[in-house]
Each structure stands twice: as structure tokens, then as C-alpha cells.
Nanobody, 131 residues
């Protein structure tokens, strides 16, 4: 049974940093692509970063230059380093996996595919940024 588990959320002041992790279990990592999402209260789930078909991360414009994706392959863990956080980054952060890697987890415009495209989700970790 596939399991994705996020960790690393917390409360920080604006300008601070957090590092999220997502450990994946029960999935063939060569057959899925991965993405990070976030959801603020009352808003839709938003793609933050996703792998393209070369397994390279692509970022949403709102986080590009501030967030960095990394991966520890032996541990089947991905990370999201978040710097220069601002209150607009507040929300629940999720990692997600989609079966099939031919086209990756982004579309032709390098935008993260919508949440409906993903079959596997973690439970999320809360990030709160205060001004």
C-alpha cells in the first residue's frame, strides 16, 4: 500500500525558512512522478513544484527562486527547502505522486498538473508564516 508522509512544517516569521520532507513507501519510484502542493484556507490546492519528464523540478512563479526541490534516492525522500517565506506561503503542504512518467507532473507550459491528476497523497504538513 502506497504511503506518502510529509514532515517539517511549522510556524516562522516572514523572511524565515523551513525544510519539508516527503518520504514515499510502497511505490515503484521509476513509475511515478512527484509534486508538491499547498492549500490555504478557503482556497484551491495549488501546485508549488513538480517533476518534468526528465525528473527535473519545475516551480510555480510564486515560489521560483525561493523554494528548492531536492531528492534522496536511497531513502525515497524528497525535500522542499523554502526560503524567504512570506504570509502568502501559509497553508497545508502536501506531496503527491502520479502514475506514469512519460510526460512528468507538469504540462507543456511547465505548470504543475492539477490535483485531480494525482493518485497518491500524503496527509500534509502545516506551514504558518507570520508578518
Amino acid at each position: 500500500q502506497a504511503q506518502l508522509k510529509e514532515a517539517g512544517g511549522g510556524s516562522v516569521q516572514a523572511g524565515g525558512s523551513l525544510r519539508l520532507s516527503c518520504t514515499i513507501d510502497g511505490l515503484d519510484m521509476s513509475q511515478v512522478c512527484l509534486a508538491w502542493f499547498r492549500q490555504a484556507p478557503g482556497k484551491e490546492r495549488e501546485g508549488v513544484a513538480g517533476q518534468d519528464n526528465f525528473n527535473q523540478p519545475k516551480y510555480a512563479p510564486s515560489v521560483k527562486g525561493r523554494f528548492t526541490w531536492s531528492r534522496d534516492r536511497p531513502r525515497d525522500t524528497i525535500y522542499l527547502q523554502m526560503n524567504s517565506l512570506n504570509p502568502e506561503d501559509t497553508g497545508m503542504y502536501f506531496c503527491a505522486a502520479k502514475s506514469g512518467t512519460t510526460f512528468g507532473c507538469v504540462d507543456r507550459s511547465l505548470t504543475v498538473l492539477p490535483a485531480s491528476a494525482y493518485q497518491y497523497w500524503g496527509q500534509g504538513t502545516q506551514v504558518t508564516v507570520s508578518s
